[in-house]
Protein backbone atom coordinates (compact mmCIF):
# COMPACT_ATOMS: atom_id res chain seq x y z
CA UNK A 1 0.00 0.00 0.00
CA UNK A 2 1.41 3.55 -1.33
CA UNK A 3 2.19 5.13 2.05
CA UNK A 4 0.38 8.69 2.75
CA UNK A 5 2.23 11.86 2.07
CA UNK A 6 1.98 14.12 5.06
CA UNK A 7 0.42 17.23 4.77
CA UNK A 8 1.91 20.71 6.41
CA UNK A 9 -0.56 23.27 8.09
CA UNK A 10 0.47 25.84 5.12
CA UNK A 11 -0.59 23.22 2.75
CA UNK A 12 -4.23 22.74 4.14
CA UNK A 13 -4.31 26.62 4.37
CA UNK A 14 -3.74 27.50 1.03
CA UNK A 15 -5.86 24.41 -0.44
CA UNK A 16 -8.87 25.72 1.80
CA UNK A 17 -8.74 29.38 0.57
CA UNK A 18 -8.11 28.08 -3.24
CA UNK A 19 -11.75 26.17 -2.55
CA UNK A 20 -13.55 28.80 -1.07
CA UNK A 21 -12.49 31.80 -3.43
CA UNK A 22 -9.48 33.09 -1.89
CA UNK A 23 -6.24 34.30 -2.63
CA UNK A 24 -2.92 32.18 -1.62
CA UNK A 25 -1.30 34.45 0.94
CA UNK A 26 1.99 34.81 -0.37
CA UNK A 27 0.85 34.32 -3.92
CA UNK A 28 2.25 30.48 -4.40
CA UNK A 29 0.40 27.48 -5.22
CA UNK A 30 -0.92 25.13 -2.83
CA UNK A 31 0.62 22.35 -5.02
CA UNK A 32 4.21 23.64 -4.25
CA UNK A 33 6.31 22.08 -2.67
CA UNK A 34 5.15 18.58 -1.69
CA UNK A 35 1.59 18.50 -3.33
CA UNK A 36 0.91 17.69 -7.48
CA UNK A 37 -1.79 18.62 -9.58
CA UNK A 38 -3.28 14.95 -9.48
CA UNK A 39 -3.31 15.28 -5.83
CA UNK A 40 -4.70 18.67 -5.46
CA UNK A 41 -7.66 17.76 -7.42
CA UNK A 42 -8.47 14.57 -5.94
CA UNK A 43 -8.40 16.62 -2.62
CA UNK A 44 -10.57 19.40 -4.32
CA UNK A 45 -12.87 16.89 -5.67
CA UNK A 46 -13.46 15.18 -2.18
CA UNK A 47 -13.76 19.33 0.01
CA UNK A 48 -16.18 20.03 -2.67
CA UNK A 49 -18.72 16.71 -2.05
CA UNK A 50 -18.31 17.36 1.83
CA UNK A 51 -19.42 21.03 1.15
CA UNK A 52 -22.44 20.08 -0.86
CA UNK A 53 -23.63 17.65 1.93
CA UNK A 54 -23.37 20.32 4.94
CA UNK A 55 -25.46 23.02 2.17
CA UNK A 56 -28.13 20.34 1.91
CA UNK A 57 -28.48 19.97 5.07
CA UNK A 58 -29.24 23.25 6.77
CA UNK A 59 -32.79 24.59 7.70
CA UNK A 60 -34.43 26.67 5.40
CA UNK A 61 -36.87 28.05 7.29
CA UNK A 62 -39.03 30.49 4.72
CA UNK A 63 -39.71 26.48 2.96
CA UNK A 64 -40.68 25.27 6.24
CA UNK A 65 -42.73 28.40 6.90
CA UNK A 66 -44.38 27.78 3.25
CA UNK A 67 -44.98 23.72 3.92
CA UNK A 68 -46.74 24.81 7.90
CA UNK A 69 -48.50 28.29 6.70
CA UNK A 70 -51.55 25.74 5.10
CA UNK A 71 -52.53 24.17 8.21
CA UNK A 72 -52.14 27.37 10.15
CA UNK A 73 -54.64 29.26 8.21
CA UNK A 74 -57.01 26.39 8.32
CA UNK A 75 -56.41 25.64 12.08
CA UNK A 76 -56.89 29.60 13.05
CA UNK A 77 -59.88 30.78 10.72
CA UNK A 78 -60.59 34.03 13.17
CA UNK A 79 -58.86 37.31 12.00
CA UNK A 80 -58.48 39.56 14.92
CA UNK A 81 -60.72 42.87 15.12
CA UNK A 82 -60.07 46.46 16.53
CA UNK A 83 -62.86 46.08 19.09
CA UNK A 84 -62.78 50.01 19.29
CA UNK A 85 -62.94 50.46 15.91
CA UNK A 86 -66.59 49.11 16.20
CA UNK A 87 -69.34 51.47 16.74
CA UNK A 88 -71.70 50.14 17.95
CA UNK A 89 -68.67 47.73 20.40
CA UNK A 90 -67.73 51.45 21.81
CA UNK A 91 -70.86 52.43 23.02
CA UNK A 92 -71.47 49.26 24.45
CA UNK A 93 -68.76 49.87 26.37
CA UNK A 94 -68.82 52.43 27.24
CA UNK A 95 -72.51 51.93 28.82
CA UNK A 96 -71.25 48.63 30.55
CA UNK A 97 -68.98 51.09 32.03
CA UNK A 98 -71.27 53.56 33.40
CA UNK A 99 -73.21 50.53 34.92
CA UNK A 100 -70.64 49.37 36.47
CA UNK A 101 -69.68 52.38 38.35
CA UNK A 102 -72.88 53.35 39.35
CA UNK A 103 -73.14 49.98 40.85
CA UNK A 104 -70.48 50.20 42.92
CA UNK A 105 -71.32 53.78 43.71
CA UNK A 106 -74.92 52.85 45.22
CA UNK A 107 -73.21 49.96 47.07
CA UNK A 108 -70.85 52.02 48.66
CA UNK A 109 -73.28 55.01 49.46
CA UNK A 110 -75.62 52.62 50.89
CA UNK A 111 -74.36 49.54 52.20
CA UNK A 112 -71.26 50.15 54.36
CA UNK A 113 -71.52 46.01 55.47
CA UNK A 114 -70.25 43.11 53.89
CA UNK A 115 -71.95 39.98 52.65
CA UNK A 116 -72.21 37.11 55.20
CA UNK A 117 -69.39 35.24 55.88
CA UNK A 118 -69.39 31.25 56.69
CA UNK A 119 -66.82 31.33 59.62
CA UNK A 120 -68.05 31.92 62.86
CA UNK A 121 -71.67 30.47 62.37
CA UNK A 122 -72.66 27.92 63.91
CA UNK A 123 -75.77 25.79 62.18
CA UNK A 124 -77.41 23.69 64.63
CA UNK A 125 -79.25 20.29 64.28
CA UNK A 126 -82.66 21.96 62.95
CA UNK A 127 -80.60 24.31 60.35
CA UNK A 128 -80.94 27.70 63.08
CA UNK A 129 -77.68 29.87 62.44
CA UNK A 130 -76.28 31.35 65.28
CA UNK A 131 -73.23 34.22 64.75
CA UNK A 132 -71.36 36.32 67.35
CA UNK A 133 -70.68 39.72 65.37
CA UNK A 134 -67.56 42.16 65.95
CA UNK A 135 -68.88 43.70 68.85
CA UNK A 136 -70.15 40.76 70.97
CA UNK A 137 -74.08 40.87 70.10
CA UNK A 138 -75.18 37.42 68.91
CA UNK A 139 -77.60 37.11 66.25
CA UNK A 140 -79.49 33.33 66.03
CA UNK A 141 -80.94 33.08 62.06
CA UNK A 142 -83.90 30.95 61.53
CA UNK A 143 -83.68 28.91 58.30
CA UNK A 144 -83.79 30.83 54.71
CA UNK A 145 -82.48 33.67 56.26
CA UNK A 146 -79.67 35.90 55.45
CA UNK A 147 -77.70 38.57 57.29
CA UNK A 148 -75.53 41.56 55.81
CA UNK A 149 -73.01 42.82 58.35
CA UNK A 150 -69.47 44.39 58.47
CA UNK A 151 -66.10 42.83 60.21
CA UNK A 152 -65.28 45.44 61.87
CA UNK A 153 -68.21 48.43 62.90
CA UNK A 154 -68.08 51.70 62.29
CA UNK A 155 -66.78 54.66 65.55
CA UNK A 156 -70.56 55.77 65.22
CA UNK A 157 -72.95 53.07 64.48
CA UNK A 158 -73.62 49.41 64.03
CA UNK A 159 -75.79 48.80 61.30
CA UNK A 160 -76.84 44.99 59.61
CA UNK A 161 -79.10 43.86 57.34
CA UNK A 162 -81.56 40.81 57.36
CA UNK A 163 -83.99 39.27 55.26
CA UNK A 164 -85.79 36.35 56.88
CA UNK A 165 -86.10 35.78 60.48
CA UNK A 166 -83.53 36.66 63.39
CA UNK A 167 -83.35 36.62 67.11
CA UNK A 168 -81.20 39.91 68.01
CA UNK A 169 -78.86 39.61 71.65
CA UNK A 170 -77.56 43.44 71.30
CA UNK A 171 -74.37 44.80 73.15
CA UNK A 172 -75.23 47.61 74.71
CA UNK A 173 -73.27 50.94 73.68
CA UNK A 174 -74.96 53.86 74.50
CA UNK A 175 -72.38 55.65 71.60
CA UNK A 176 -73.13 53.38 68.76
CA UNK A 177 -77.02 52.76 68.15
CA UNK A 178 -77.41 49.20 67.02
CA UNK A 179 -79.46 49.69 63.30
CA UNK A 180 -81.33 46.80 61.49
CA UNK A 181 -82.26 47.53 57.92
CA UNK A 182 -85.29 44.80 57.45
CA UNK A 183 -86.54 45.48 53.71
CA UNK A 184 -89.11 48.79 54.43
CA UNK A 185 -88.30 49.03 58.20
CA UNK A 186 -85.27 50.45 60.07
CA UNK A 187 -85.12 49.01 64.11
CA UNK A 188 -82.78 50.80 66.16
CA UNK A 189 -81.75 49.85 69.37
CA UNK A 190 -79.30 50.55 71.88
CA UNK A 191 -78.80 47.38 74.01
CA UNK A 192 -81.82 44.55 74.09
CA UNK A 193 -83.10 41.36 72.67
CA UNK A 194 -85.69 41.16 70.45
CA UNK A 195 -87.12 39.21 67.30
CA UNK A 196 -87.52 40.69 63.76
CA UNK A 197 -89.74 38.35 61.13
CA UNK A 198 -89.66 39.79 57.71
CA UNK A 199 -89.62 37.17 55.00
CA UNK A 200 -89.74 38.56 51.32
CA UNK A 201 -93.05 36.64 50.90
CA UNK A 202 -94.81 38.58 53.90
CA UNK A 203 -96.93 41.62 53.74
CA UNK A 204 -96.13 42.29 57.35
CA UNK A 205 -92.54 42.80 59.19
CA UNK A 206 -93.11 41.78 62.89
CA UNK A 207 -90.74 43.19 65.90
CA UNK A 208 -91.09 40.89 69.00
CA UNK A 209 -88.88 42.56 72.29
CA UNK A 210 -88.09 40.66 74.41
CA UNK A 211 -86.15 43.06 76.72
CA UNK A 212 -84.65 46.71 76.42
CA UNK A 213 -86.29 49.35 74.21
CA UNK A 214 -87.00 48.96 70.16
CA UNK A 215 -87.41 51.72 67.99
CA UNK A 216 -89.10 50.46 64.52
CA UNK A 217 -89.26 53.40 61.25
CA UNK A 218 -90.32 53.06 57.94
CA UNK A 219 -87.84 53.53 56.01
CA UNK A 220 -89.28 56.23 53.60
CA UNK A 221 -91.28 58.45 56.11
CA UNK A 222 -95.09 59.25 54.59
CA UNK A 223 -97.15 62.48 55.53
CA UNK A 224 -100.42 62.46 57.76
CA UNK A 225 -99.04 59.12 59.47
CA UNK A 226 -97.04 57.30 62.52
CA UNK A 227 -93.51 56.73 61.01
CA UNK A 228 -92.09 55.00 63.61
CA UNK A 229 -93.05 52.99 66.99
CA UNK A 230 -91.35 52.85 70.22
CA UNK A 231 -91.51 49.14 72.04
CA UNK A 232 -91.02 47.70 75.45
CA UNK A 233 -90.51 43.92 76.55
CA UNK A 234 -93.91 42.19 75.55
CA UNK A 235 -95.06 44.65 72.92
CA UNK A 236 -95.04 43.92 69.30
CA UNK A 237 -94.77 46.22 66.55
CA UNK A 238 -96.19 45.38 62.83
CA UNK A 239 -95.57 47.22 59.70
CA UNK A 240 -97.75 46.23 57.06
CA UNK A 241 -96.19 47.28 53.83
CA UNK A 242 -99.08 47.31 51.31
CA UNK A 243 -100.75 49.87 53.51
CA UNK A 244 -97.41 51.11 54.63
CA UNK A 245 -99.05 51.60 57.81
CA UNK A 246 -97.28 51.18 61.41
CA UNK A 247 -99.51 49.26 64.43
CA UNK A 248 -98.32 48.36 67.88
CA UNK A 249 -100.36 45.73 70.60
CA UNK A 250 -99.32 43.35 73.18
CA UNK A 251 -97.53 40.37 72.16
CA UNK A 252 -100.21 37.52 72.42
CA UNK A 253 -98.29 34.18 71.30
CA UNK A 254 -96.43 32.80 73.38
CA UNK A 255 -94.45 30.63 70.59
CA UNK A 256 -93.23 33.50 68.64
CA UNK A 257 -89.59 32.11 69.50
CA UNK A 258 -90.32 28.36 69.07
CA UNK A 259 -87.99 28.72 66.28
CA UNK A 260 -85.10 28.96 68.25
CA UNK A 261 -86.38 27.21 71.46
CA UNK A 262 -88.54 24.57 70.01
CA UNK A 263 -90.67 25.83 73.41
CA UNK A 264 -94.06 25.21 72.66
CA UNK A 265 -97.12 25.97 74.89
CA UNK A 266 -100.36 25.25 73.63
CA UNK A 267 -103.84 26.34 76.12
CA UNK A 268 -107.02 24.94 74.59
CA UNK A 269 -105.45 26.04 71.35
CA UNK A 270 -107.56 24.57 68.43
CA UNK A 271 -105.80 21.53 66.65
CA UNK A 272 -105.79 24.03 63.56
CA UNK A 273 -103.79 26.29 65.64
CA UNK A 274 -101.24 23.94 66.85
CA UNK A 275 -100.75 22.65 63.18
CA UNK A 276 -100.32 25.67 62.27
CA UNK A 277 -97.60 26.37 64.40
CA UNK A 278 -95.61 23.02 64.22
CA UNK A 279 -95.30 23.22 60.40
CA UNK A 280 -94.09 26.61 60.86
CA UNK A 281 -91.77 25.80 63.54
CA UNK A 282 -90.47 22.32 61.69
CA UNK A 283 -91.11 23.03 58.58
CA UNK A 284 -93.41 20.50 58.24
CA UNK A 285 -95.99 19.29 56.57
CA UNK A 286 -99.46 17.88 59.15
CA UNK A 287 -102.73 18.26 58.13
CA UNK A 288 -105.94 16.85 59.46
CA UNK A 289 -108.11 14.44 56.90
CA UNK A 290 -111.57 15.84 58.55
CA UNK A 291 -112.25 19.58 58.43
CA UNK A 292 -114.20 18.82 61.83
CA UNK A 293 -111.19 17.36 63.93
CA UNK A 294 -109.65 21.26 63.41
CA UNK A 295 -111.91 22.19 65.96
CA UNK A 296 -110.41 19.55 68.75
CA UNK A 297 -108.62 21.57 71.78
CA UNK A 298 -105.32 21.09 73.02
CA UNK A 299 -103.39 21.72 76.22
CA UNK A 300 -99.90 21.35 76.75
CA UNK A 301 -96.19 21.95 76.60
CA UNK A 302 -93.22 20.90 74.62
CA UNK A 303 -89.77 21.61 75.76
CA UNK A 304 -87.66 20.81 73.01
CA UNK A 305 -89.54 17.63 71.61
CA UNK A 306 -89.03 16.18 68.40
CA UNK A 307 -92.17 16.06 65.75
CA UNK A 308 -93.24 12.46 66.40
CA UNK A 309 -93.07 13.10 69.65
CA UNK A 310 -95.68 15.92 69.76
CA UNK A 311 -97.78 14.55 66.86
CA UNK A 312 -98.17 10.87 68.68
CA UNK A 313 -99.41 12.50 72.33
CA UNK A 314 -102.00 14.54 70.16
CA UNK A 315 -103.33 11.19 68.71
CA UNK A 316 -103.09 9.95 72.13
CA UNK A 317 -105.30 12.71 73.48
CA UNK A 318 -107.70 12.76 70.69
CA UNK A 319 -107.86 9.13 69.92
CA UNK A 320 -106.39 9.62 66.58
CA UNK A 321 -104.55 8.06 63.83
CA UNK A 322 -101.24 9.33 62.84
CA UNK A 323 -99.89 8.32 59.43
CA UNK A 324 -96.85 9.36 57.24
CA UNK A 325 -97.79 9.69 53.77
CA UNK A 326 -94.42 10.98 51.05
CA UNK A 327 -93.74 12.95 54.29
CA UNK A 328 -96.85 14.41 54.83
CA UNK A 329 -98.54 13.35 58.23
CA UNK A 330 -102.06 12.88 58.42
CA UNK A 331 -103.69 13.20 61.30
CA UNK A 332 -107.47 10.96 61.03
CA UNK A 333 -110.32 9.55 63.43
Known amino acids: MEKKKHISDDAWEAIAKQLYGQENVGGGSPATGSWDADQFAEISE??????????????????????????????????QISWFNQPVLKIAALVVFALLLASVGFYMGNHSW???????????????????LADGSV?????????????????????????????????????????????????????????????????????VVASGKVQVSKTKAATNQQND????????????????????????NPNYLAWKTRDLIFDKTSLKEVLEQLNKVYRAQVRTADPELDQLLLTARFENRPLDFILEVIALTHNLEMTNENGQYVLKK
Open 114 to 132: ENLRTAGVIVDDYGISRIE
Open 139 to 207: VTLNRDSKINYPEKFSASAREVEIEGEAFFEVQPDPTRPFVIHAREATIKVLGTSFNVNAYPQNNEIEV
Open 229 to 252: LILDPGDKGVFATKSNELRKSKND
Open 46 to 79: TAAQIDQYFNLKKFDAEVAYQQVRPRLETTRPMR
